[in-house]
């Protein structure tokens, strides 16, 4: 009986992995638009009295209403809003008359900014945390670093930011401004002071996540036979850290970061708020509280697909980091 050959899907796990997930990517953001658009749609009042006040009259709300297709059905005009999706045109932005894109570039910029240089350092200083806490395993390190952990965890995100204000910029020490407004048309970077205190309340608000996954990934890896052989040859400690035990426990370390990426795609509102920054968040409430529909389904379809493709980098990277997910047995 001749053997199947392997399909090229088969023979590349990586691949069929990909592809998979963007099929199901696409599926889950086709499913998001018709929440997103409904929901909008479901909201109460009306977008053209939204726009001209109650006091306009019938006939200019008529005029308007036709301007924006309010006066076609619910299916064809969610057919005409993807459609323009899909071709870049998201519409344009019922209360500051401009093309949706204009309004939210500048903010999903500084929001990514943000959301990047938090999670990076936040990342950093929770894996180097999380490595030395599992090397010093119930010593009084690790008990002090778990317990402030699990202290800083229980804390709502404009408690972290006002300890710093208060800390930072009013009350304590004046060294850094109190909020994080920017001049229109300039972008966090050219502002780098604005970012110091918004990013470290991010900072210190995802470093427990990920010192506790950590944490416990590497005390695993500790104890597994392949670190157990490597000292008994007499590696050398760090080299047992950083060779045998890290590269094992990145599976969960990543999958961890992922989420927290995740989380400050949507958690940095209420920090951005807090700071006043000019970001997505902060965006996207100020268009809820002005019914600014087309700008509201930009902005969530927006999230929707961010979280799409993190998920699909995170479940790539995990599998390049695990040899024996990557062949077919």
Do not use: C
Not at 135 to 155: E, F, H
Not at 208 to 234: C, N, Q
Not at 245 to 266: C, D, E, R, S, W
């Amino acid at each position: 009986m001749a053997l199947r050959r392997a399909s090229p899907l088969e023979r590349h796990p990586l691949a069929r992995l990909v592809l998979g997930r963007l099929v199901v990517g696409i599926g889950t953001l086709l499913v998001v638009s018709i929440l997103i658009f409904y929901a909008t749609e479901v909201l109460p009042g009306n977008a053209a009295y939204a726009i001209l006040g109650h006091n306009a009259s019938a006939q200019e709300v008529h005029v308007l209403e036709v301007e924006l297709h309010l006066n076609r059905s619910t299916i064809a005009q969610y057919g005409s809003w993807l459609g323009n999706m899909l071709r870049g045109n998201p519409g344009m932005s019922l209360a500051a008359s401009l093309p949706v894109w204009t309004v939210v570039k500048a903010r999903l910029i500084n929001s990514a900014v943000l959301a990047l240089v938090s999670g990076l350092i936040g990342t950093l200083i929770a894996v180097g945390l999380g490595v030395v806490a599992a090397a010093r395993k119930d010593g009084k390190l690790d008990n002090t670093l778990s317990a402030t952990a699990l202290a800083v965890t229980a804390l709502p995100e404009f408690v972290v930011a006002i300890a710093l204000v208060m800390l930072f910029a009013t009350i304590v020490f004046r060294i850094l401004p109190g909020i994080s407004v920017l001049p229109p048309g300039t972008y966090a970077w050219q502002r780098p002071t604005l970012l110091v205190l918004p990013v470290a309340s991010l900072a210190i608000i995802i470093v427990p996540y990920i010192f506790r996954m950590t944490r416990a990934a590497m005390i695993e890896a500790l104890e597994s036979d392949w670190v157990e052989m490597a000292r008994l040859k007499g590696v050398p400690p760090l080299r047992v850290l950083a060779r045998h035990a890290l590269p094992n426990a990145l599976a969960p370390i990543i999958q961890v970061v992922a989420l927290t990426f995740l989380y400050l795609a949507g958690g940095i509102v209420i920090v951005e708020n807090t700071f006043a920054y000019p970001g997505i968040g902060q965006g996207l409430v100020n268009a809820v509280t002005t019914r600014d529909i087309p700008v509201i389904q930009f902005i969530v379809l927006a999230l929707a697909a961010f979280y799409i493709v993190v998920n699909i980098l995170a479940d790539v990277a995990v599998l390049l980091v695990t040899p024996r997910r990557r062949f077919p047995r």
